[in-house]
């Protein structure tokens, strides 16, 4: 069977000042809460999505992208 490979790097974009950042993602449980460095807004995910790279990420967390859903 052939696994694609899971990115593990997701670029944040912060809703309220625009600011990004690259992050590592955690592989055993889903981020509910970041802080934006650059304007303390605190983000939390979008209503549907399981985590904050869901939501303001440019990749998704790792069991999304697995297909197993949300963490």
Request: with cysteine.
């Amino acid at each position: 069977m052939d696994y694609e490979r899971i990115l593990l790097n997701s670029t944040i974009t912060c809703p309220e000042c625009g600011h990004t950042k690259e992050e590592e993602m955690p592989t055993t449980a889903c981020q509910f809460f970041y802080e934006c460095e650059n304007c303390n807004q605190i983000l939390r995910p979008k209503e549907g999505d399981c985590c904050v790279f869901c939501s303001y990420g440019t990749v998704a967390c790792p069991p999304i992208q697995e297909g197993s859903g949300c963490c």
